[in-house]
């Protein structure tokens, strides 16, 4: 076997963004009328990635958890997004160039000119630094310069800490840093203004009169939320469940500029798993308890320092890192998918968010970062939302978000309840005589034992918003009385994973892509059959009539099979056919030759190695399908199927 040198050449992200272009993955929406920022398109190779993430996301989760999956509507009431808090709090941090009115997000505005400046530091000590490619040059838009100019080691000290701190400052902090390290707009070099919160929300009206405001949803949660009722009765009124959903999210980012990486459309996968709040213990932890992995936790991040662990998720769990067994739970699973569809583990950690920057929902939050040229970039949280939702919509609403559990045995309690006689208290009082039955009912144990035996000795005076009432016996009694439940009622906690699609696709992109040792043009995508656009290339070295029936044989099975093809009939030679379908991703090829014709055989090639196989055309198509399934691997192919000379005897 051939051995594969993927790290021969550095990445080079203009090359993969040239490739991207041309095989059209994705490109800017309304390209032709110039684009909008943070709005693109997929193409036929992106949108069969996306979707084939998707289905393994689906299998990985809604299959394999047995949840129930739901599809709500993206435009949202303005009731339902002023009751999350969404309405008051989902904003970010903005500042404006105070010549040019431009907008940048400012804590990525800290950040680039902070890592700018650390990087020209590093090349002034004397580390290699990259030169700027002509693709960079020729961007409209600059990014943050890197001078080489040698820091102080207290500077350096200084910004490292700011940057590892940085999630946890707040907009006027964010304003004193800019201050305080005189940071100005890169593109324009001048100062920029105090930040000011910006909500993310696209705003809309539902119906022609503009009366009823309304939202695109930022998240699919508050769907979930809102059926609870329904979902808990679907399951038959029992707890633990999840519900799932895959659907489109808006938010109006403030600058995209980043790609897919941040974007003001996208397709998002969140789970809301509905928990006992007295029990978040999970029955399938046991199957990932020993799953290892990196973490960053909130007080590293605190001290100033981004020094990473490794632990088992038990461990985790077991220290108090992560909260409970169900947060760490869907923490391993989410580690387990990403690996599945491809992400290099090597360059992936959750981080646990700080107290500042925590979701106003989240009692603890850990993201899935996925290392890329960029940095590191949150692709999935994962959240404990305690109650909040469920409780806040029950409020406003009036109706029940509860779960009503029988319980095995009754519980039977003791204690003091005041009696009032209904009548004598309404002449008494009067319209004052329903607060105070209210007050006194909401009286703890010890306050009402105070009053009875103040009562005992003739009467007692109660304040009601500073209203002063004397009680006499005639009017109140206080006795001691039994209760017996059968029915515990609570709102369920909630823990929530949320997946961003495109982020994770594009850094599965990033982690993919590679040049062959011997032509740095020649750019692989290392995309794992599991979710590779195409399975298969099917090439026929001839145009001849003959080959067609054989031809559309094996295109038919391999459909039968389940398996993805093309067919690459175009007329360049069959090197440049391989190389613009390893462009794509795509795993596996077959060769229909003159031979094939004459003796039913055709040989099996692959990505990475460039190996290739010869076997009569069924063996072939079974192998391939196994090897697409991930039923076998390569090694295994290699043993069922002999390796290929470059030469096939006609006979």
Not at 183 to 208: A, H
Not at 456 to 471: E, R, T
Request: proline letters at 5%; hydrophobic letters at 35%; aromatic letters at 8%.
């Amino acid at each position: 076997m051939v051995t594969i040198n993927k790290t021969a050449h550095p990445f080079d992200k203009s090359r993969l963004e040239a490739l991207l272009n041309r095989r059209f993955f994705y490109a800017p929406a309304f390209e032709i009328y110039g684009g909008v920022a943070g709005l693109y398109d997929y193409g036929p190779p992106g949108s069969s990635l996306q979707a084939n993430i998707i289905a393994e996301w689906r299998k990985h989760f809604i299959i394999q958890e047995n949840m129930l999956e739901l599809d709500t509507t993206c435009i949202t009431p303005a009731p339902v997004f002023e009751t999350s808090g969404h309405v008051a709090r989902f904003a970010d941090w903005m500042v404006k160039d105070t010549k040019t009115g431009d907008v940048l997000r400012a804590d990525h505005l800290v950040k680039n000119v902070l890592e700018a400046r650390l990087a020209g530091d590093r090349e002034a000590r004397g580390a290699a630094a990259q030169p700027p490619k002509e693709e960079d040059k020729k961007k409209r838009k600059k990014v943050a310069k890197s001078a080489a100019v040698k820091l102080d080691d207290a500077v350096v000290k200084e910004y490292e800490v700011t940057l590892a701190m940085l999630d946890n400052y707040s907009g006027p902090e964010l304003g004193e840093l800019c201050r305080l390290y005189s940071i100005k707009n890169p593109d324009t070099d001048n100062e920029v203004g105090e930040p000011q919160q910006f909500n993310l929300m696209f705003t809309s009206s539902i119906g022609p009169t503009g009366q009823h405001p309304g939202y695109l949803r930022p998240e699919t949660a508050q769907g979930h939320f809102l059926n609870f009722s329904r979902l808990l009765d679907f399951n038959n009124g029992r707890v633990p469940f999840a519900s799932a959903q895959i659907g489109r999210s808006f938010r109006n980012e403030i600058s995209p500029r980043a790609g897919l990486l941040r974007v003001r459309e996208f397709t998002m996968a969140e789970i809301e798993h509905y928990v006992d709040p007295l029990n978040k213990k999970h029955d399938r932890f046991y199957e990932v308890r020993d799953v290892t992995l990196t973490l960053l936790d909130r007080k590293v991040q605190s001290s100033g320092s981004t020094e990473v662990t490794r632990m088992t998720i038990s461990e985790a769990v077991d220290k108090g890192i992560v909260a409970n067994e169900t947060l760490g739970y869907f923490i391993a699973r989410i580690y387990l998918f990403l690996l599945k569809i491809g992400i290099d583990p090597q360059r992936l950690r959750f981080r646990q968010h700080m107290e500042n920057e925590m979701a106003h929902y989240a009692t603890d939050c850990w993201d899935a970062e996925i290392q890329n040229s960029t940095g590191w970039t949150e692709c999935v949280g994962c959240a404990d939302r305690a109650a909040y939702d469920l409780t806040v919509h029950s409020e406003r609403t009036g109706h029940p978000l509860v779960v009503r559990e029988a319980l095995k045995e009754p519980i039977v309690t003791e204690k003091d309840v005041a009696e009032f006689n209904k009548k004598t208290v309404g002449k008494t009082f009067g319209k004052d005589s329903a607060a105070l039955q209210k007050f006194v009912g909401e009286l703890t144990e010890e306050e009402l034992q105070k009053i009875k035996g103040e009562l005992a000795q003739g009467s007692s005076v109660v304040s009601v918003d500073g209203k002063g009432f004397n009680l006499t016996p005639d009017l109140v009694t206080i006795d001691r009385k039994t209760f017996k439940q059968s029915i515990r009622e609570y709102t369920p906690n909630v823990i929530e994973p949320s997946f961003g699609m495109g982020r994770i696709l594009y850094t599965l992109l990033e982690h993919s892509y590679w040049s062959r040792e011997q032509d740095l043009e020649r750019g692989v995508l290392s995309l794992p059959p599991l979710v590779a656009p195409t399975k298969v290339l099917i090439v026929p070295l001839s145009a001849k009539d003959e080959f067609n029936p054989l031809i559309q044989e094996v295109s038919s099975k391999f459909r039968k099979a389940g398996v993805f093809s093309r067919v690459d009939d175009s007329n360049t030679s069959i090197g440049k056919r391989y190389a613009r379908n390893d462009e794509l991703g795509t795993p596996f090829g077959v060769t229909l030759d003159f031979a094939s014709v004459a003796n039913r055989t055709m040989t099996l090639r692959e990505r990475d190695s460039t190996d290739q196989l010869i076997g009569p055309i069924d063996n072939v198509i079974a192998t391939v399908t196994e090897l697409v399934e991930g039923t076998i691997d390569w090694s295994e192919a290699c043993r069922r199927l002999p390796a290929y000379d470059g030469v096939q005897a006609i006979e």
